[in-house]
């Protein structure tokens, strides 16, 4: 068997029936007792640091460009979807199904990467000093009318919260812009609103007299009709608004959650 002496470290063999006695080390000449030598398991090899942050990090390519494109081809889809609906031709109501269903799962598809990414923002400060929960931040965004004042609280909160950690912490990372996350949670609760009321309601045929059958028609109802309009028109405008706020928002929090 191998033994080692516990003096000088040394490592040769011994018989076996020599074990738990005392014996001069061949090298040292210092007694010690006889033991087998029992050798320690090698540590496991783990990722360099910089390799685990890049796996464990939030990719622009998933939670910026992904999502911006998404909701640009999803909500073209479902004007245009939309629009084909109306048409008495059977091959065009097809047409403005088919479209309507791709804008329908680009939507949702949006909707989820976005939560998942408000999820994982919430989730990297969460050192005990955090105003919310991860699941809280998310989960209080569906709740009707109340999400309307948690979307501001929510979002520029993140960017005080933030702000906060990267102190604590002594991280060299760009501050987040409060400017842009106020704009962002506005332009948030606006759409999501003229959504509901321009098109989820009518669809059930509440105010459809008012705002028309579907969201890309005008409204009905004389000189309320040019109101529709314009409410409408703005819809676009912050659309655009927002995809842009988006695309500049998200990369810095990505950038500035890896930055960790």
């Not at 738990?20 to 087998?36: H, L, M, N, Y």
């Not at 979807?81 to 680009?106: C, H, K, T």
């Not at 990267?166 to 400017?179: E, F, I, W």
């Not at 045929?205 to 028609?217: D, E, M, P, Q």
Request: with cysteine.
């Amino acid at each position: 068997m191998i033994t080692q002496c516990s003096n000088c470290q040394a490592q040769f063999k011994a018989r076996s029936d020599l074990t738990g006695k005392e014996i001069t080390c061949p090298r040292c000449k210092k007694p010690f007792t006889v033991a087998q030598f029992a050798a320690k398991p090698k540590p496991v090899p783990t990722k360099p640091a910089a390799e685990k942050a890049e796996a464990e990090g939030l990719s622009d390519t998933i939670y910026v460009y992904s999502v911006a494109c998404a909701l640009a081809v999803g909500m073209f889809a479902l004007v245009l979807g939309q629009r084909s609906m109306r048409e008495r031709d059977m091959e065009f109501r097809m047409f403005g199904g088919a479209l309507i269903v791709i804008g329908a799962v680009l939507a949702i598809y949006s909707t989820v990467m976005r939560f998942v990414l408000y999820y994982k923002m919430w989730a990297a400060i969460q050192d005990g000093h955090a105003r919310t929960s991860p699941a809280k931040a998310v989960g209080l965004l569906l709740v009707p009318v109340f999400n309307i004042f948690w979307a501001i609280y929510m979002f520029v909160g993140f960017g005080a919260d933030f702000d906060s950690f990267a102190g604590r912490h002594s991280l060299r990372t760009d501050r987040l812009s409060k400017g842009l996350l106020i704009q962002y949670a506005l332009l948030w609760i606006f759409l999501d609103i003229s959504f509901v009321v321009l098109y989820v309601l009518p669809s059930f045929g509440i105010g459809r007299h008012l705002f028309g059958g579907v969201y890309a028609s005008l409204g009905y109802a004389g000189g309320f009709r040019y109101v529709v309009m314009a409410w409408k028109m703005s819809n676009i405008v912050c659309t655009v608004w927002l995809l842009t706020i988006y695309v500049i928002l998200s990369t810095r929090i990505c950038r500035a959650i890896n930055a960790i």
